[in-house]
C-alpha cells in the first residue's frame, strides 16, 4: 500500500511537472560578460530547473537605454530589446546577463533604483541580471540569475521566513543574496509546481 502511495504521489509529481508547459528558457549576455560566466549560469538553470537553456548570440546595450540621469540602463527598454529576441513561435522565456548598472526609473524606494536583476513581471517572458553589483561573485551571480528566472516561473518572493531561500527578496543588499542557499523552501518549490 505505502509502495503504491508512493508510486501515485511520484505520478502525480510527474503530471504536475509536465502542466508547466515547454518553455525553453533563453540565456544571452551583452557584451563584457565572459563566457565562462554564461556557461555557468547555463548550467545553474539547466540543473535547477530542469529546462533546456539555449544560448543566442551576445547583444550590446542600445545608447536610448542609458539613463542620463545616473548613466544605468533602464531595465524597462532593455526588457523590452530582450522579449524582442525571442523567437515568434516560442512561449520562452529570456534571461540576459549584463556588466553594466540597471536600474527601476521609478524605483519602489526612489527613483533610478540600481539593481542586481529584474524580471518584467511574475510569469513574464524576460528577466536581466547585472554583474554591476555584484562584486565579481560568482555565487552571487548564481543565485540571482536562478531568482529571477523563478520570478518568470511565477514564483514571487519568499513569504516562508526561510533567510535560505533563493527567492528572498534581496532589497539591493548583497548579504541577503549571500544568506540564500541555491535552493528552494518547500514553500517556494510547491509554487513552483501548480
Ligand atoms: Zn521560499
Ligand atoms: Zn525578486
Known amino acids: 500500500m505505502l509502495v503504491r502511495l508512493l508510486l501515485t504521489a511520484l505520478l502525480l509529481g510527474a503530471a504536475t511537472g509536465c502542466r508547466r508547459g515547454p518553455e525553453v528558457v533563453y540565456l544571452t549576455a551583452f557584451e563584457g560578460v565572459t563566457p565562462a560566466q554564461v556557461t555557468m549560469v547555463q548550467r545553474a538553470i539547466g540543473a535547477f530547473y530542469g529546462r533546456s537553456v539555449r544560448l543566442l548570440p551576445v547583444q550590446r546595450h542600445r545608447p536610448a537605454s542609458l ?30 546577463l549584463t556588466t553594466r548598472d540597471v536600474e527601476i526609473e ?30 565579481g561573485r560568482a ?14 516561473l511565477s514564483l514571487p ?7 535560505t531561500c533563493v527567492m528572498q527578496d534581496a532589497r539591493g543588499r548583497g548579504a541577503t543574496v549571500d544568506r540564500t542557499r541555491a535552493r528552494l523552501c518547500a514553500d517556494c518549490r510547491a509554487r513552483l509546481a501548480w
Open 157 to 163: 518572493h519568499c513569504r516562508s521566513g526561510l533567510a
Open 67 to 96: 539613463c542620463p540621469v545616473r548613466h544605468r540602463h533602464r531595465a524597462r527598454l532593455v526588457l523590452e530589446q530582450l522579449q524582442a529576441l525571442l523567437p515568434d513561435s516560442t512561449d520562452g522565456k529570456i534571461l540576459a
Open 106 to 135: 521609478e524605483g519602489p524606494r526612489r527613483p533610478h533604483w540600481g539593481v542586481f536583476g529584474l524580471a518584467n513581471e511574475l510569469g513574464g517572458n524576460a528577466g536581466v541580471v547585472s554583474t554591476f553589483r555584484l562584486q
Open 139 to 152: 555565487d552571487r551571480l548564481r543565485k540571482v540569475s536562478l531568482h529571477e528566472i523563478g520570478h518568470l
